[in-house]
């Protein structure tokens, strides 16, 4: 499955909030995030959910960013259904940790890679690429 996720930074579409504030340096920033979620690029994408959680800078020498948060389905075949992710970003791509689940992703284990796609003062785009294992659990 391949999403994208719409951090804005800045303006009236904001959707993260520093939490604990740092001046220099800002190690130990941090900020909640609520990101968009979507199935494409451009205006005939539709909104798959959002990254809900929390992200820290959590290096003294780099931009690295430990982050942790849920990935909630709102809308298609997922809907109700989360991800669990952890793991860092900073400048360009890297990888997540997919360590759990809930709905039809229950007991979901795998791995998110990432490249951000869009880079700008007020908003990046990162595309994910999800390799998801899990055991849906009927009720």
Not at 29 to 34: C, H, K, P, T, V
Request: charged share 15%; hydrophobic share 40%; aromatic share 10%.
């Amino acid at each position: 499955m391949t999403l994208f996720v719409h951090q804005v930074v800045h303006g009236p579409e904001q959707n993260q909030q520093v939490v604990v504030p740092r001046s220099n340096p800002s190690f130990g920033l941090i900020a909640a995030n609520d990101w968009t979620v979507f199935d494409g690029l451009g205006s005939g994408a539709s909104l798959v959910g959002n990254a809900q959680g929390m992200h820290m800078l959590g290096s003294m020498t780099q931009d690295s960013w430990c982050i942790y948060f849920d990935l909630v389905f709102k809308n298609g075949r997922f809907v109700g259904s989360t991800l669990k992710l952890l793991g860092s970003f900073g400048q360009v791509d890297g990888e997540w940790a997919i360590v759990g689940g809930t709905g039809e992703f229950t007991l979901a284990q795998g791995v998110i890679s990432f490249k951000k796609v869009q880079d700008s003062k007020d908003m990046n785009i990162r595309e994910l690429k999800l390799r998801v294992f899990y055991t849906p659990i009927k009720v």
